[in-house]
């Protein structure tokens, strides 16, 4: 089974205006179209206007969306609001959503569930925190989270990001192998359709040094890179490191 690399960046509430000359110089690094798909997830504000520089090869996607697709939600955005603004993705249930907003699997799964409504592909995020793992319960913690976030009728449709919390923006990473075994378990545990068909991408301190050490695993179909997708060389270089 041979699933599609998508290496995602995540620029998190970084980014103005000034920061746009990154999507010409992105352009510019990867010259002609990857084999990879490739997508960032600039903050909703540069959507548009990052959306409309970029080539058909890079997608872009919001960081979070509301759970409805309309409505009196002050301050929400719309997942249709972020398809039309160019996106073609999103990203739910992010660790500094769950643990920084509350967000439940419940929230996260209505959220997942509203973006296929609005035509997006979601890109669910779950992982462990360090005392999680270190007590022995990681992979419990990561397969309860991942059946409570996807919606069943909708389990073909998403990718996975497995995101360990400890790892996010510590420099600390899982280390490739523990990775591969937290990929395998999702796929065991898909309860809709094939398992061998889920995009799962790792994310967790990805940077250049490293990515190929993630990205040559058979379990590993691409990354979600957050501080490194910043600087379009970096994410440049991560891009090349998938093949
Ligand atoms: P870092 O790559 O900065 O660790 O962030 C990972 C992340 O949270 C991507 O969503």
Known sequence: M???????????????????????NLTGLLGAAPRSDILVCPPATLLPLMSERLPDFVATGGQDCAA?????????????????????????????????????????????????????TPVVCVGETLDQRRSGEAETVVLRQMLASVPEAAAGRVIIAYEPVWA???????SPEDAEAMHRAIRN???????????????????????????????????????????????????????
Not at 75 to 102: C, F, K, N, Q, W
Not at 168 to 174: D, E, L, N, S
């Open 2 to 24: 041979t699933r599609r690399k998508l290496i995602a960046g995540n620029w998190k509430m970084h980014g103005r205006r000034a920061d746009l000359a990154w999507a010409a």
């Open 68 to 120: 409805e697709l309309e409505g009196a939600h002050t301050g929400d955005i719309s997942p249709l609001m972020l398809a039309d603004m160019g996106a073609r993705y999103v990203i739910t249930g992010h660790s500094e959503r769950r643990h920084g907003h509350g967000e439940s699997d419940a929230v996260v799964r209505a959220k997942t569930m509203a973006a296929l409504n609005a035509g997006l």
């Open 168 to 174: 996010i923006g510590t420099g600390m990473h899982a």
């Open 189 to 243: 545990a898909w309860r809709d359709g094939d398992g061998e068909q889920v995009r799962i991408l790792y994310g967790g301190s990805v940077k250049p040094s490293n990515a190929a050490d993630f990205l040559s695993r058979q379990e590993i179909d691409g990354a979600l890179v957050g501080g490194a997708s910043l600087d379009a060389e970096s994410f440049a270089s991560i891009i090349r490191a998938a093949g």
